[in-house]
């Protein structure tokens, strides 16, 4: 017999919460790698993430793939790191997370010939083909970029500098990339028709 249940909504959850769930982990790893050792960190960031994941899940009853993917790589990663007790795993972590998000971009793309930004944005942003071609190709440079620059700072920096780096680098760097995306697309952005 069916149930009878309407199906759950999704809950929102106030964008200051959702911030700290996404950045709380990180910044824990910052403090506590300040404060102790990569290792402590590590293993710290480890049960932050999943602690963030639970919570995440708790309020909203969904969890978005993104974190999720995010959360097994830190585990995984994370696991080697204090298993074998050697840093250059949890090192690789950026670089394989941004590695497996271009690949998934252009992948998608050059096999499927879906468009998973166009996908996720598809319903807030009325926009020209060839600029959610460009976008696509742009966030899937960026992320091929920073799998880069990652790997870079880690094997020609002391791990402290590649700690700095992973918070305040890569969030800047990020972050001035999501403006750019935005000075460009408010040149291109489409009115909804009437």
Do not use: C
Not at 149 to 177: E, P
């Amino acid at each position: 017999m069916p149930s009878t249940n309407p199906p759950t909504a999704r809950k929102r959850i106030h964008p200051a919460v959702r911030l700290a769930l996404e950045m709380g982990p990180l910044v824990v790893f910052f403090i506590t790698n300040q404060r102790a050792d990569l290792f402590t960190a590590t293993g710290i960031f480890m049960v932050a993430v999943v602690t963030s994941l639970t919570v995440s899940y708790t309020l909203t009853r969904h969890l978005p793939i993104m974190p999720v993917v995010s959360a097994f790589i830190v585990v995984i990663f994370g696991g080697l790191t204090l298993w074998l007790h050697d840093e250059t795993f949890i090192k690789w972590k950026p670089t394989v997370l941004y590695a497996l998000m271009a690949l998934a971009l252009w992948g998608g793309w050059f096999f499927t010939r879906r468009n998973f930004i166009r996908t996720l944005l598809g319903k807030q942003l009325i926009l020209p083909e060839p600029i959610w071609q460009n976008l696509l190709h742009a966030w899937a440079g960026f992320f091929t970029f920073m799998a880069g620059l990652n790997l870079w700072v880690a094997y020609s920096f002391d791990t402290d500098t590649w700690v700095n780096f992973k918070l305040f680098g890569g969030m800047g760097l990020m972050v001035l990339f999501v403006l750019a995306q935005a000075l460009y697309l408010g040149r291109h952005v489409q009115e909804p028709e009437a």
